[in-house]
């Protein structure tokens, strides 16, 4: 077993805290990752603090994870030691179902090991996340970053990054498209960075004006305030698709209605409440509500690879690993631009 320090959350209502733990010991098929850098997501804040409901303690969160290799099972052949690697949602799956063997284990209908508040594959081992000195992951599970990329702001690709990527590769967006990015976030702002290295046509749609000048130097060709009644008629069937980033309350059917015949409204944000959908919405223009879920290993390795081609990484503000508490509650009012990312050299 190797000995771990970190920060965990230790019940729903305390703040974060020093914790320490025991990693699994390197298997054949394993290898150690030394943690340098961890983003901090908001399903973070959200699971630390019980909201969703299926919250166990004590819990280090974390699942945007990079480092360096320092030690390999006799049995790894992807990764050796001294090479960078990242580790994101999950960190392991049944292997076995249609979805793992297709590629998308994101979906696994067996069992999903996300990388905390769950359970390994032996379903008995709690995993722990990456507000941690170090982890052990299966090499199949752990992905190779780029020495072209400024580290600390790779981490956040490991959720921010493939939650977008994944839906715009999904549904072939790119040239002779035109999309709209609902919410300028951690996520909204990577999938104004992929739509335009897409080839798409992206605006940003915000309640926040202050956001017009940000979202321009992000690299959308246009802004719109979905405040402004008449900005938002005159929208009306403009878009192919919306990716929808926004986890507050917010109207779907005002989205909708900007989107053209054929056009598809994606989700990747999670408000408090279901919203409501009402058929008009949809009928009329033959548009369709989807969803999407961050991305399977293949597709978060392409995802790297097309970042470092394009040298796209995360706007982000690094912080102590005493500061955690502090971060969480500004992230809940909004106020980070576009992601905070641990200095694990802090812990």
């Given at each position: 077993?190797?000995?771990?320090?970190a920060?965990a959350?230790?019940?729903?209502?305390?703040?974060?805290?020093?914790?320490?733990?025991?990693?699994r010991?390197?298997?054949?098929?394993d290898?150690?990752?030394?943690?340098?850098?961890?983003?901090?997501?908001?399903?973070?804040?959200?699971?630390?603090?019980?909201?969703?409901?299926?919250?166990?303690?004590?819990?280090?969160?974390g699942?945007?994870?990079?480092?360096?290799?320092?030690?390999?099972?006799?049995?790894?052949?992807?990764?050796?030691?001294g090479?960078m690697?990242?580790?994101?949602?999950?960190?392991?799956?049944?292997?076995?179902?249609?979805?793992?063997?297709?590629?998308?284990?994101?979906?696994?209908?067996?069992?999903?090991?996300?990388?905390?508040?769950?359970?390994?594959?032996?379903?008995?081992?709690?995993?722990?996340?990456?507000?941690s000195?170090?982890?052990?992951?299966?090499?199949?599970?752990?992905?190779?970053?780029?020495?072209?990329?400024?580290?600390?702001?790779?981490?956040?690709?490991?959720?921010?990054?493939?939650?977008?990527?994944?839906?715009?590769?999904?549904?072939?967006?790119?040239?002779?498209?035109?999309?709209?990015?609902?919410?300028?976030?951690?996520?909204?702002?990577?999938?104004?960075?992929?739509?335009?290295?897409l080839?798409?046509?992206?605006?940003?749609?915000?309640?926040?004006?202050?956001?017009?000048?940000?979202?321009?130097?992000?690299?959308?060709?246009?802004?719109?305030?979905?405040k402004?009644?008449?900005?938002?008629?005159?929208?009306?069937?403009?878009?192919?698709?919306?990716?929808?980033?926004?986890?507050?309350?917010?109207?779907?059917?005002?989205?909708?209605?900007?989107?053209?015949?054929?056009?598809?409204?994606?989700?990747?944000?999670?408000?408090?409440?279901?919203?409501?959908?009402?058929?008009?919405?949809?009928?009329?223009?033959?548009?369709?509500?989807?969803?999407?879920?961050?991305?399977?290993?293949?597709?978060?390795?392409?995802?790297?690879?097309f970042?470092?081609?394009?040298?796209?990484?995360?706007?982000?503000?690094?912080?102590?690993?005493?500061?955690?508490?502090?971060?969480?509650?500004?992230?809940?009012?909004?106020?980070?631009?576009?992601?905070?990312?641990?200095?694990?050299?802090?812990?």
């Amino acid at each position: 077993m190797i000995p771990t320090k970190a920060y965990a959350a230790h019940t729903a209502t305390t703040p974060l805290a020093p914790f320490e733990f025991q990693r699994r010991s390197v298997g054949e098929h394993d290898i150690l990752i030394d943690i340098a850098y961890c983003g901090v997501c908001h399903s973070d804040l959200h699971q630390a603090r019980g909201e969703w409901g299926n919250s166990t303690f004590p819990m280090v969160p974390g699942h945007e994870i990079v480092g360096k290799i320092t030690q390999v099972g006799g049995k790894v052949s992807r990764h050796k030691v001294g090479d960078m690697a990242g580790v994101g949602c999950f960190v392991d799956s049944c292997r076995s179902c249609r979805s793992c063997k297709e590629g998308i284990e994101q979906y696994c209908e067996g069992h999903l090991a996300l990388t905390y508040n769950s359970m390994e594959k032996d379903l008995v081992t709690p995993t722990q996340g990456g507000y941690s000195s170090q982890i052990v992951v299966d090499e199949n599970y752990a992905l190779k970053v780029s020495s072209k990329l400024d580290l600390k702001a790779v981490a956040p690709l490991l959720c921010a990054g493939i939650t977008t990527y994944s839906p715009l590769r999904h549904w072939k967006i790119g040239t002779g498209h035109r999309l709209g990015v609902l919410g300028l976030g951690g996520l909204g702002h990577m999938g104004v960075k992929f739509g335009v290295a897409l080839g798409a046509e992206v605006t940003v749609i915000s309640t926040s004006t202050s956001k017009e000048a940000d979202a321009r130097r992000l690299g959308a060709h246009d802004f719109l305030n979905s405040k402004d009644e008449a900005a938002v008629k005159k929208a009306t069937e403009r878009f192919d698709f919306i990716l929808d980033t926004v986890s507050a309350e917010h109207d779907l059917n005002q989205t909708l209605n900007m989107i053209r015949r054929d056009g598809t409204l994606i989700l990747v944000g999670v408000p408090p409440e279901a919203p409501q959908v009402h058929p008009f919405s949809l009928i009329p223009r033959r548009r369709a509500v989807a969803g999407s879920m961050i991305g399977g290993i293949k597709e978060t390795q392409e995802m790297l690879d097309f970042c470092a081609a394009n040298n796209i990484v995360s706007d982000v503000e690094v912080i102590e690993m005493s500061y955690i508490n502090e971060a969480y509650e500004r992230m809940a009012k909004g106020d980070v631009r576009y992601r905070f990312v641990i200095d694990m050299k802090t812990l």
